[in-house]
């Protein structure tokens, strides 16, 4: 069964511009939740969407929102980027979203700022 | 969640036993322990959970103590492949679904 993807691997964005993320969870799993990596901050969680809704939401401003249609597909929204909106975007996909549902990690978007 | 204490970094011989310690004083009754793993700059790897009684799998084993208050990953025979930052991380059974990550230990396996 394939992993959890994301697209794109790597991307350069610059103050001020907006970027789109992509995760296609795994096969069957319904829940996928989005994290953000700095050095500085660590894993945070974003924002979790379960049958296209949001289900959860980290502690991050309005600039950062996220969407799931109905494959279970999902992506996020950064507008107005900021040079501290450089870090590595994570998405994890598990079957319902239950916290005993173990998560799987995609390999993340590296996203620079400049 | 409850909140755990990990060592900030551990060496280990290559083809020896690796126990990485957790420590989760304040867990309740209802809290599971997982352990995640991340290499350089890749997501976090799923390695194993539980609840009360020791696990393993094909990857390590889990170790609990009675008490519930620490836990140990044991890798059994690491390698090259196994140097990453480990994360010892407790979910409570019910509730949101977002994992706390903490900062973990980096553990460095050495030839």
């Known amino acids: 069964k394939a992993g959890v993807t994301q697209t794109p691997r790597y991307l350069i964005k610059t103050r001020g511009q907006q970027v789109t993320l992509s995760c296609s969870p795994i096969s069957g799993h319904r829940s996928v939740s989005w994290y953000q990596q700095t050095p500085g901050q660590g894993l945070q969680f974003l924002f979790e969407?379960?049958?296209?809704?949001?289900?959860n939401k980290g502690n991050f401003p309005g600039r950062f929102s996220g969407r799931q249609f109905s494959n279970s597909r999902s992506e996020m929204n950064v507008s107005t980027l900021e040079l501290g909106d450089s870090a590595l975007y994570l998405c994890a996909s598990s079957f319902t979203g239950a916290t005993t549902d173990t998560q799987y990690f995609g390999p993340g978007t590296r996203l620079t700022v400049l | 969640d409850a909140k755990t204490t990990q060592p900030p970094s551990m060496d280990c011989a290559e083809g020896r036993a690796a126990n990485l310690p957790c420590n989760h004083s304040t867990i309740s009754g209802n809290e599971y322990v997982y352990w995640y793993r991340q290499i350089h700059s890749q997501g976090p790897q799923y390695i194993i959970h539980?609840?009360?009684n020791n696990e393993t799998n094909e990857m390590a084993s889990l170790i609990i103590t009675e008490d519930r208050k620490s836990s140990t990953l044991i890798l059994p025979h690491a390698t090259l492949r196994d140097t990453a930052v480990y994360y010892c991380?407790?979910?409570?059974?019910?509730?949101?679904?977002?994992?706390?990550f903490g900062t973990g230990t980096r553990l460095t396996v050495i030839p």
């Open positions: 991380i407790v979910r409570v059974g019910t509730g949101a679904n977002n994992l706390f």
């Open positions: 539980g609840l009360k």
């Open positions: 969407y379960f049958s296209e809704t949001q289900r």
